[in-house]
T-cell receptor
């Protein structure tokens, strides 16, 4: 079974631009979560989608948004990029949300550099 | 207060020795899940092992085992017979109802295996 895939793997943008990152979950997984990882802040939860609905949202500004499609694939968008948005963005999938026993499986991540 | 505490920022261990990575957690909910992930320099977050709060026995997965001490709220990862490929960041994480089941992460421990 194929793992979680993320595209693109690397991205360089300039301040003020916007970016869209894509995530395809493991087949059969319906829950997709996004995380931002930076050296200063560590791993921070962005949002979680299940059945095309945002189920949970972290403490990020409205410039960060996401969506999920009917095939469970998810995209996240960051508008008006700032230097501080430079980070590794990780996507994770699981079968169902709302269960402490559910393991999240991660993709390889997208490294975003904002200049 | 920190929900997940990893007190060892970095560790050096001789190849073939066993290593214990510390993790303490804080939750008032009786139902929660504890996870350990490995992150090599490539960036991908690799799931290692899971321990449920109601599990009577410590979890084991190959060379990985979890020393779960519920009363002390600790969930230390033990890697037996360490290998050079074990060099990576290791993260402890928790899912609990109070956090709407999103993964709460520790700061991580950087493990370096010396030949």
């Amino acid at each position: 079974k194929a793992g979680v895939t993320q595209t693109p793997r690397y991205l360089i943008k300039t301040r003020g631009q916007q970016v869209t990152l894509s995530c395809s979950p493991i087949s059969g997984h319906r829950s997709v979560s996004w995380y931002q990882q930076t050296p200063g802040q560590g791993l921070q939860f962005l949002f979680e989608y299940f059945s095309e609905t945002q189920r949970n949202k972290g403490n990020f500004p409205g410039r960060f948004s996401g969506r999920q499609f009917s095939n469970s694939r998810s995209e996240m968008n960051v508008s008006t990029l700032e230097l501080g948005d430079s980070a590794l963005y990780l996507c994770a999938s699981s079968l169902e949300p709302g269960d402490p026993r559910e393991t999240q499986y991660f993709g390889p991540g997208t490294r975003l550099l904002v200049l | 207060a920190q929900k997940i505490t990893q007190t060892q920022p970095g560790m050096f261990v001789q190849e073939k020795e066993a290593v214990t990575l510390d993790c303490t957690y804080d939750t008032s909910d009786p139902s929660y899940g504890l996870f350990w992930y490995k992150q090599p320099s490539s960036g991908e977050m690799i799931f290692l092992i899971y321990q449920g709060s109601y599990d009577q026995q410590n979890a084991t997965e190959g060379r990985y085992s979890l020393n779960f001490q519920k009363a002390r709220k600790s969930a230390n990862l033990v890697i037996s017979a360490s290998q050079l490929g074990d060099s990576a960041m290791y993260f402890c994480a928790m899912r609990e109802p109070d956090s709407n089941y999103q993964l709460i992460w520790g700061a991580g421990t950087k493990l370096i295996i010396k030949p």
